[in-house]
């Protein structure tokens, strides 16, 4: 058997107690696996009187994870404390400066950092290796990275926010409003006091910005992601969804257009037959278009201690193994530059909910609207009476053909001007599924 790997953790928290606990509990198996046993020598956390479900007798502790990393008698570093910078941020560089392997969950850190830090690992001779970082448990990273490497990728989208989906389901099985969701949600621990981070995308958007950079070899660019969150949505809405044979999601999505890749998060409505409307709660979803495979849809646990760390292990398994491939799946002198298609450009199907006044001449703004900006209806429904709405006036539901995301907001502002609606209009976009 080769010598063992030494590992250093910062982080003992619901991610890192668990990875410590089941390397302890699976020590023979995994030695068994990679020839070779695994062995925590350094640890790190705030609190170091906490028991954490692990035996820490023999391990160094840090106060300071910067210092593990830069110190600690260690062969790799996993890095399970979070955040996209700060320490988490300098205890990863420090070690990749040491030409350190690095195993890390954190999205947030390379969403951000991503391509600087591929940079840094490679100059190093080492690299990062971050299965867990995206839809937690499910193996999508080396999916893409491996499974997938002789395909090119026209599309990845998925569920990728466990707290929005749970929300969305419940939202649609109970007919519960979505603030009565989003209470529940925090009680059940799915959701953080500031849900903004879930409910908004912005957890959604960091893991597609790295599912994007795997797809297509591009740098990673978080900040050219569309993003927008669940809040809006009603149960009007999901209801008149599922009259249309539509379910709505949090979808992320990154596809590659004639004009670049396009990157959203966004509530969408999808096919409520495709195989990604099946999946319900805190589930997360990735399907891949690749033109080799066809398409594939990876489900599982996105979050939760034991299937995140499963993911982390695997990469610690890697690391012992010797089997460490290039961060972001390239050499980072070969990322493109990413290459951002605008969101007006987008093309689809549009779901929209207006509350109209009920007078002479509304229907005909709506018409005419629509035809000045060339876009044509499958279909306009009045619907029942909404009392929240507003006295006088009627909620009416259009779908529209395919058309741009540019054409439905000019049909959108006009309509706002015309004075014949009550309140915002509702938008939705509809994906087009198998
Ligand atoms: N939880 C999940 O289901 C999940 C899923 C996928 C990915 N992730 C990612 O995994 C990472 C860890 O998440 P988690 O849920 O395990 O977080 P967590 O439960 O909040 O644990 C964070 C750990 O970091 C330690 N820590 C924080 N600041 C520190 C500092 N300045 N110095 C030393 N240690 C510090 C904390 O110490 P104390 O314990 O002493 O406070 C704690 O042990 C994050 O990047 C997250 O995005 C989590």
């Given at each position: 058997?080769?010598?063992?790997?030494?590992?250093?953790?910062?982080?003992?928290?619901?991610?890192?107690?668990?990875?410590?606990?089941?390397?302890?509990?699976?020590?023979?198996?995994?030695?068994?696996?990679?020839?070779?046993?695994?062995?925590?020598?350094?640890?790190?956390a705030r609190d170091r009187s906490r028991g954490r479900g692990f035996d820490a007798d023999g391990m160094a502790?840090?106060?300071?994870?910067?210092?593990?990393?830069?110190?600690?008698?260690?062969?790799?570093?996993?890095?399970?404390?979070?955040?996209?910078?700060?320490?988490?941020?300098?205890?990863?560089?420090?070690?990749?400066?040491?030409?350190?392997?690095?195993?890390?969950?954190?999205?947030?850190?390379?969403?951000?950092?991503?391509?600087?830090?591929?940079?840094?690992?490679?100059?190093?001779?080492?690299?990062?290796?971050?299965?867990?970082?995206?839809?937690?448990?499910?193996?999508?990273?080396?999916?893409?990275?491996?499974?997938?490497?002789?395909?090119?990728?026209?599309?990845?989208?998925?569920?990728?926010?466990?707290?929005?989906?749970?929300?969305?389901?419940?939202?649609?099985?109970?007919?519960?409003?979505?603030?009565?969701?989003?209470?529940?949600?925090?009680?059940?621990?799915?959701?953080?006091?500031?849900?903004?981070?879930?409910?908004?995308?912005?957890?959604?958007?960091?893991?597609?910005?790295?599912?994007?950079?795997?797809?297509?070899?591009?740098?990673?660019?978080?900040?050219?992601?569309?993003?927008?969150?669940?809040?809006?949505?009603?149960?009007?809405?999901?209801?008149?969804?599922?009259?249309?044979?539509?379910?709505?999601?949090?979808?992320?999505?990154?596809?590659?257009?004639?004009?670049?890749?396009?990157?959203?998060?966004?509530?969408?409505m999808i096919p409520a037959r495709s195989s990604l409307a099946?999946?319900?709660?805190?589930?997360?979803?990735?399907?891949?278009?690749?033109?080799?495979?066809?398409?594939?849809?990876?489900?599982?646990?996105?979050?939760?201690?034991?299937?995140?760390?499963?993911?982390?292990?695997?990469?610690?398994?890697?690391?012992?193994?010797?089997?460490?491939?290039?961060?972001?799946?390239?050499?980072?002198?070969?990322?493109?530059?990413?290459?951002?298609?605008?969101?007006?450009?987008?093309?689809?199907?549009?779901?929209?909910?207006?509350?109209?006044?009920?007078?002479?001449?509304?229907?005909?703004?709506?018409?005419?609207?629509?035809?000045?900006?060339?876009?044509?209806?499958?279909?306009?429904?009045?619907?029942?009476?909404?009392?929240?709405?507003?006295?006088?006036?009627?909620?009416?539901?259009?779908?529209?053909?395919?058309?741009?995301?540019?054409?439905?907001?000019?049909?959108?502002?006009?309509?706002?001007?015309?004075?014949?609606?009550?309140?915002?209009?509702?938008?939705?976009?509809?994906?087009?599924?198998?």
């Amino acid at each position: 058997m080769k010598s063992e790997l030494r590992l250093g953790i910062a982080g003992l928290g619901t991610v890192g107690a668990k990875v410590a606990q089941l390397i302890e509990r699976k020590a023979e198996l995994l030695a068994e696996r990679v020839g070779r046993s695994i062995r925590i020598t350094a640890i790190s956390a705030r609190d170091r009187s906490r028991g954490r479900g692990f035996d820490a007798d023999g391990m160094a502790w840090f106060d300071n994870p910067v210092e593990l990393a830069e110190k600690g008698e260690i062969d790799a570093f996993v890095e399970l404390i979070g955040g996209s910078d700060g320490v988490a941020r300098q205890a990863v560089e420090a070690a990749l400066r040491r030409g350190i392997p690095v195993v890390t969950a954190n999205k947030a850190l390379l969403a951000h950092h991503g391509v600087a830090l591929a940079r840094l690992a490679a100059e190093n001779d080492t690299e990062i290796l971050f299965e867990a970082a995206v839809a937690g448990g499910i193996p999508v990273i080396k999916t893409m990275r491996e499974a997938l490497s002789a395909n090119e990728v026209g599309r990845v989208y998925g569920i990728l926010n466990g707290t929005c989906n749970y929300i969305l389901t419940r939202m649609e099985k109970e007919g519960i409003s979505f603030d009565a969701c989003l209470k529940d949600a925090q009680a059940l621990g799915y959701a953080e006091a500031d849900p903004t981070f879930d409910i908004g995308g912005f957890d959604a958007a960091h893991k597609l910005a790295i599912l994007t950079s795997l797809a297509f070899g591009t740098e990673i660019s978080l900040e050219s992601i569309f993003i927008e969150g669940i809040s809006k949505i009603t149960i009007a809405d999901i209801v008149a969804a599922a009259e249309l044979g539509y379910r709505i999601k949090l979808l992320a999505v990154a596809l590659r257009t004639d004009s670049g890749i396009e990157q959203r998060v966004h509530p969408a409505m999808i096919p409520a037959r495709s195989s990604l409307a099946q999946v319900d709660g805190v589930t997360n979803a990735v399907a891949i278009d690749s033109d080799l495979l066809g398409s594939i849809l990876l489900a599982g646990p996105g979050a939760g201690g034991a299937a995140t760390a499963s993911a982390v292990l695997s990469d610690i398994m890697d690391v012992a193994g010797g089997f460490v491939p290039p961060t972001l799946g390239l050499p980072p002198s070969r990322l493109q530059p990413y290459h951002r298609a605008r969101m007006r450009a987008h093309e689809g199907g549009y779901y929209i909910r207006l509350a109209v006044f009920d007078r002479v001449g509304a229907f005909a703004s709506i018409a005419s609207r629509m035809a000045e900006n060339g876009i044509s209806l499958e279909s306009i429904v009045q619907r029942k009476a909404d009392r929240k709405a507003g006295e006088g006036t009627a909620p009416v539901v259009l779908v529209t053909h395919d058309t741009t995301e540019a054409a439905i907001r000019a049909a959108l502002d006009g309509l706002s001007r015309d004075g014949h609606l009550s309140g915002e209009p509702q938008m939705i976009r509809i994906e087009d599924l198998d």
